[in-house]
């Protein structure tokens, strides 16, 4: 114990810094310098401090409280109750887990819209190639970070799979498998930490409450052990966690609210050698300061083969995960939903029954039907598991629904996906009954106790509380007018004031439209659903009676209205959705009537109303077949651009209308919705569109506008001539441009447009990385003129492509790269290659080439010049910069013609 005792003060001391080292025994170094030595001695110091740490966990106190810790999160996190805790039938962590796909995220962004909506625009994203994170490799820095990495902070949508990463991630390292460098993990999640929130009591006190296991360790050692804190569910946080003005502190035996505790810990006062990782929705990421933040990642959910691995992992028959695999490919809504784990859950339960002998009736296709079908199975499966009988009694199932849906109804207004007690008290639940209510359906609301302190409820999942919302909202509507619900100052509880069903449900409509953020379009699907009488029969066991649905003709109407009306596409969808639920396809349906036979050209012939406009964008991304290319030659389209451009919910960012006949005149009316500072279009491809030089002067005057959002510009294969590009040159010159990449190839373009560019890149703000000059007569003369803007310290361009011809010469070739690359502001460009392989250059341009290895500031490492007819002249001209002391040119790739000996 002595050797113990002695291994345990020297880690102490080593990882405090209380050390002092006599003069001349510093490490050995056979290289003394200056820079090497400090280098070498914290590599050696480093290394020992790391064989001190590991002799005293094999000798000290650490292993006894490791593994005591170990035990209690193993027995824990070792199965899983998907969709909740603590109800259901558990399975084993390991046997059903599947890999979730795990991406860098950017940091301090906030997404305000509904995450049912964020999932649908990610699945109609090409899929970009990222290299996924493994969970259990979450603090390992990013290929481009140079830093270690100390607070890693998870968002993802609610159910996306966040948690169940942190319970697979405790359990290897419980069981032994990953990260045995970490000698302590303590996961607090938020939901727990709420109930502290009126507390005072310092970090040790803390973390011996909720782990007693660490009790025989002491204040100091937790500054010498590897220690990782987990906050799971940051969006569930009710502190107000106050970076701002909350008061710092270092010392971990100072009492003070869990708040400070939290604050100072995040920010790295408080253990700052200690590992974090908080997880979060992506609404809820702000509160955490960005500095405060090394690594972001992002639960992106189920990949489409993923989909299918859940499904052969949750279903042990493999037939009937095929059929349930291939039914939930049928329906569009339903596939796309999947993305997240727990509604994957969800339709297990739900088709595993009805696809299987034991089970008859209509499939479900719409998420109302698969949420309804999900709450009659809960019901059953409570009254078979506490009675024995396959009856319910109705009366107290609709109360206990009622509750249940009065409390999601509240709650969803205020955005909180978990209660607490005084939630459930303010909703009229009695909460020493909460177990009847639990009991109802024991899979959609949870109850948890925890710490002694309370306890805290949920459900299941957001869509879950958003459909209990709906149908608690549906059953009052139905209510007589002394039962109805109390009116309270919400949008939403004003619902109850109309005096008809389809004022009802078009002013639902309505108060989803209005919402900025979509936080109601679920709450609307579900509740249009629930008014058809179909699904209304499904629920014989808590309505009474059901209601014939006429209004729904009228509701219909309404929507289609308002399609028509609405210019946000990512509303118009959703009402595209609403019409699903409501089983009508009529807008659809006239639409791929034109679309029939697999092609487009029926449509030209087509003057299609702003709603058969939406209908044709709702079927192409809702298409189960992946449409490379959608043809819209022909089209009257750039006057109906430009009005939709200058919305104020205009969220288009990339424009591709090549190879249609604009001219001129298409452009100018579709620059008077560029100008717009409501316009976000960020890409614009005009591409063989008959455009002259007035299209550059109308495209100009948009580069001068401050709201001006376009930062990629192609209008090759245009009749844009010279005076075309210096009208252009001068929208580039202004402040306000901020375009990347432009591309003017094959726009009969000569010397003129490159003395234009060439002041263009002489500008301080010249934002241009890219640019494309191809297949245009710019001659040598227009190499100098071009030269002497790309060596202006100004210059910003990382890629030229040119083909240059001279005279009646043309050579068909797509080369000549200039890469530049920019560092911080006052260092200058950088050039590593550059090719102009048969380019048809002579004498002149290896005149201004060589002036270019001349440049103190030249780095071009790389130059290819072969097939060119250049002359004698033309390398004895170049070789006078290729022997200047400035030239850094490594490879020079040459066949020169018509040379002779000299």
């Known amino acids: 114990m002595h050797s113990a005792k002695a291994l345990e003060d020297t880690a102490y001391t080593l990882n405090t810094g209380c050390y002092i080292f006599p003069p001349g025994h510093l490490p050995h170094c056979e290289h003394v310098c200056d820079q090497t030595l400090p280098e070498i001695f914290i590599l050696k110091f480093n290394a020992l401090k790391q064989l001190i740490h590991v002799l005293y966990c094999l000798l000290g106190?650490?292993?006894?409280?490791?593994?005591?810790?170990?035990?209690?999160?193993?027995?824990?996190?070792?199965?899983?109750n998907e969709g909740i805790s603590g109800h259901g039938n558990s399975a084993l962590l390991n046997e059903i887990y599947t890999e979730l796909y795990i991406t860098e995220g950017r940091g301090g962004d906030v997404n305000p819209e509904h995450e049912v909506k964020q999932i649908e625009a990610a699945s109609r994203k090409k899929t970009k190639q990222e290299e996924p994170i493994n969970c259990n490799d979450i603090f390992k820095p990013l290929p481009e970070q140079n830093r270690p990495v100390r607070t890693v902070l998870t968002k993802g949508v609610a159910g996306i799979g966040k948690t169940v990463s942190v319970q697979k991630f405790i359990l290897d390292w419980a069981e032994g498998e990953v990260n045995q460098d970490v000698l302590f993990i303590f996961p607090l999640p938020f939901r727990d930490l709420n109930l502290m929130k009126e507390k005072k009591l310092s970090l040790v006190n803390l973390l011996q409450s909720f782990y007693p296991e660490t009790q025989d360790l002491k204040p100091r050692h937790y500054k010498s052990y590897k220690v990782m804190f987990i906050f799971d569910g940051l969006d569930e946080?009710?502190?107000?966690?106050?970076?701002?003005?909350?008061?710092?502190?270092?010392?971990?035996?100072?009492?003070?609210?869990?708040?400070?505790?939290?604050?100072?810990?995040?920010?790295?006062?408080?253990?700052?050698?200690?590992?974090?990782?908080?997880?979060?929705?992506?609404?809820?990421?702000?509160?955490?300061?960005?500095?405060?933040?090394?690594?972001?990642?992002?639960?992106?959910?189920?990949?489409?083969p993923q989909k299918q691995e859940y499904f052969r992992n949750r279903i042990s028959d493999p037939d009937l995960a095929n059929k349930v695999f291939?039914?939930?490919?049928?329906?569009?809504?339903?596939?796309?939903?999947?993305?997240?784990?727990?509604?994957?859950?969800?339709?297990?339960?739900?088709?595993?029954?009805?696809?299987?002998?034991?089970?008859?009736?209509?499939?479900?296709?719409?998420?109302?039907?698969?949420?309804?079908?999900?709450?009659?199975?809960?019901?059953?499966?409570?009254?078979?598991?506490?009675?024995?009988?396959?009856?319910?009694?109705?009366?107290?199932?609709?109360?206990?629904?009622?509750?249940?849906?009065?409390?999601?109804?509240?709650?969803?207004?205020?955005?909180?996906?978990i209660f607490y007690e005084e939630d459930l008290r303010e909703s009229g639940i009695d909460v020493r009954e909460?177990?009847?209510?639990?009991?109802?359906?024991?899979?959609?609301?949870?109850?948890?106790?925890?710490?002694?302190?309370?306890?805290?409820?949920?459900?299941?999942?957001?869509?879950?509380?958003?459909?209990?919302?709906?149908?608690?909202?549906?059953?009052?509507?139905?209510?007589?007018?002394?039962?109805?619900?109390?009116?309270?100052?919400?949008?939403?509880f004003k619902l109850f004031s109309r005096s008809t069903m389809t004022d009802f449900l078009n002013s639902a409509v309505d108060r989803a439209l209005q919402s900025e953020s979509g936080h109601l379009d679920l709450f609307l699907r579900f509740l249009l659903g629930l008014s058809l009488e179909s699904n209304q029969n499904l629920l014989r066991v808590i309505l009474t009676t059901t209601e014939r649905s006429p209004h729904n003709n009228e509701t219909v109407k309404y929507i289609k209205k308002k399609i028509a009306e609405n210019s946000s596409p990512e509303k118009s969808i959703n009402l595209f959705h609403c019409l699903n639920e409501l089983n009508d396809h009529s807008l659809v349906q006239e639409v791929q009537k034109y679309l029939s036979g697999g092609s487009d050209h029926h449509l030209h012939q087509a003057s299609l109303s702003p709603a058969q406009w939406s209908a044709l964008a709702f079927v192409l991304v809702n298409s189960e077949e992946e449409l490379e290319e959608f043809d819209l030659t022909?089209?009257?389209?750039?006057?109906?651009?430009?009005?939709?451009?200058?919305?104020?919910?205009?969220?288009?960012?990339?424009?591709?209308?090549?190879?249609?006949?604009?001219?001129?005149?298409?452009?100018?009316?579709?620059?008077?919705?560029?100008?717009?500072?409501?316009?976000?279009?960020?890409?614009?491809?005009?591409?063989?569109?008959?455009?002259?030089?007035?299209?550059?002067?109308?495209?100009?005057?948009?580069f001068k506008m401050e709201n001006s959002s376009l930062k990629k510009l192609d209008i090759s294969n245009n009749d844009l001539q010279d005076s075309g590009v210096e009208l252009l040159s001068a929208g580039l010159k202004s402040l306000n441009c901020k375009l990347q990449i432009l591309r003017?190839?094959?726009?009969?373009?000569?010397?003129?447009?490159?003395?234009?560019?060439?002041?263009?890149?002489?500008?301080?703000?010249?934002?241009?990385?890219?640019?494309?000059?191809?297949?245009?007569?710019?001659?040598?003369?227009?190499?100098?003129?071009?030269?002497?803007?790309?060596?202006?310290?100004?210059?910003?361009?990382?890629?030229?492509?040119?083909?240059?011809?001279?005279?009646?010469?043309?050579?068909?070739?797509?080369?000549?790269?200039?890469?530049?690359?920019t560092f911080k502001k006052g260092l200058t460009k950088?050039?590593?290659?550059?090719?102009?392989?048969?380019?048809?250059?002579?004498?002149?341009?290896?005149?201004?080439?060589?002036?270019?290895?001349?440049?103190?500031?030249?780095?071009?490492?790389?130059?290819?010049?072969?097939?060119?007819?250049?002359?004698?002249?033309?390398?004895?001209?170049?070789?006078?910069?290729?022997?200047?002391?400035?030239?850094?040119?490594?490879?020079?790739?040459?066949?020169?013609?018509?040379?002779?000996?000299?």
């Open 61 to 80: 106190v650490a292993p006894a409280c490791q593994q005591k810790l170990k035990s209690k999160l193993r027995d824990k996190y070792q199965s899983i």
């Open 830 to 902: 950088k050039i590593l290659f550059f090719r102009l392989a048969s380019c048809n250059l002579g004498i002149k341009a290896c005149e201004h080439l060589g002036s270019v290895l001349k440049l103190k500031n030249s780095t071009l490492k790389e130059l290819d010049l072969s097939n060119n007819d250049l002359n004698d002249l033309g390398v004895k001209l170049l070789s006078a910069g290729l022997k200047n002391s400035n030239c850094k040119l490594q490879i020079l790739r040459s066949v020169f013609l018509f040379l002779n000996s000299k």
């Open 326 to 417: 291939t039914h939930i490919r049928s329906s569009r809504s339903l596939y796309i939903m999947c993305h997240i784990p727990v509604f994957c859950w969800i339709t297990a339960t739900v088709l595993k029954r009805m696809l299987s002998e034991t089970e008859s009736g209509e499939i479900p296709k719409t998420l109302t039907q698969m949420f309804t079908h999900f709450l009659i199975f809960q019901i059953k499966h409570k009254s078979q598991k506490y009675s024995g009988k396959s009856d319910t009694d109705p009366q107290q199932t609709r109360e206990s629904i009622l509750a249940l849906g009065k409390l999601a109804f509240q709650q969803l207004e205020k955005g909180n996906l």
């Open 434 to 492: 909460v177990s009847v209510y639990s009991g109802v359906c024991t899979q959609i609301f949870r109850e948890e106790h925890e710490l002694h302190l309370g306890n805290v409820f949920s459900f299941a999942h957001l869509s879950v509380q958003e459909f209990l919302a709906a149908l608690y909202a549906f059953l009052n509507r139905k209510l007589p007018k002394e039962q109805s619900p109390e009116q309270q100052p919400s949008k939403l």
């Open 634 to 702: 022909s089209f009257p389209t750039c006057e109906n651009l430009g009005s939709i451009l200058k919305l104020q919910n205009s969220s288009l960012n990339e424009l591709d209308l090549s190879n249609n006949d604009l001219q001129d005149s298409g452009v100018e009316l579709l620059s008077a919705g560029l100008k717009s500072s409501h316009c976000k279009l960020q890409i614009l491809r005009l591409a063989s569109c008959y455009l002259g030089g007035k299209t550059c002067e109308s495209l100009g005057s948009v």
């Open 744 to 821: 003017l190839a094959s726009c009969y373009l000569g010397g003129k447009t490159c003395e234009s560019l060439g002041s263009v890149f002489k500008m301080e703000n010249s934002s241009l990385k890219k640019l494309d000059i191809s297949n245009n007569d710019l001659q040598d003369s227009g190499v100098e003129l071009l030269s002497a803007g790309l060596k202006s310290l100004n210059c910003k361009l990382q890629i030229l492509r040119s083909v240059l011809l001279s005279g009646s010469h043309t050579v068909p070739c797509n080369c000549s790269f200039f890469h530049f690359f």
């Open 237 to 304: 946080c009710r502190l107000p966690l106050d970076f701002q003005n909350n008061e710092n502190l270092e010392d971990i035996e100072e009492q003070t609210s869990v708040d400070v505790l939290l604050t100072n810990l995040i920010k790295g006062n408080l253990l700052p050698s200690a590992l974090l990782w908080i997880t979060s929705r992506p609404a809820a990421v702000s509160q955490i300061p960005p500095e405060c933040v090394d690594q972001v990642t992002e639960v992106q959910g189920f990949s489409d």
